[in-house]
């Protein structure tokens, strides 16, 4: 406590212990699992493309084996079910990564979005929200969107869909 106070008045950084690293770094996991899981189910259906597309990218982002990331994929439901909005999770991400990761970020969303083929009204509308609470642009938003497209090979993929 006293360390935090002195880095506020000297404008030097608090140092951070190994546990507190660990700790933060476990909620950016969790927060991350819990967006891309959110994005998936919101058009109620979490099916098992939409599984297999989070655990890939959960593995690749954090360079996990697959049982942490059997794990990280339940602690991010956990966290989904206990919380009622997107903010807290934002927040964490906002604060931990740098603009490129918030960027791969929005990517990652839009992935899981068109995980099924299409994209659903709720599932675009959450990657919007995401976007301004990352405050990443609109215009790196679509970027990562077409660059999305074009690697699912989605190009003619409608806009959204409504169930």
């Given at each position: ?43 109620g ?12 990218l ?10 942490d ?60 929200r ?34």
């Amino acid at each position: 406590m006293i360390s935090k106070f002195k880095a506020l008045l000297t404008g030097r950084p608090a140092p951070v212990d190994a546990k507190t690293a660990d700790q933060n770094s476990e909620r950016l996991r969790v927060a991350t699992s819990a967006l891309l899981i959110e994005a998936a189910s919101m058009d109620g259906h979490f099916d098992d493309d939409e599984q297999a597309t989070v655990a890939a990218l959960l593995k690749d982002h954090f360079e996990l084996d697959a049982e942490d990331t059997d794990d990280l994929m339940e602690e991010g439901r956990k966290a989904v079910a206990h919380s009622g909005e997107l903010y807290g999770f934002t927040r964490i991400i906002k604060d931990n990564f740098s603009e490129e990761e918030r960027i791969r970020m929005i990517e990652m969303l839009w992935e899981v979005a068109y995980s099924d083929g299409e994209l659903h009204h709720f599932e675009a509308n959450l990657v919007r929200r995401v976007t301004g609470l990352l405050y990443v642009s609109d215009r790196e938003s679509g970027e990562a969107r077409k660059r999305v497209l074009t690697t699912m090979g989605l190009n003619d993929a409608p806009a959204s869909k409504e169930l």
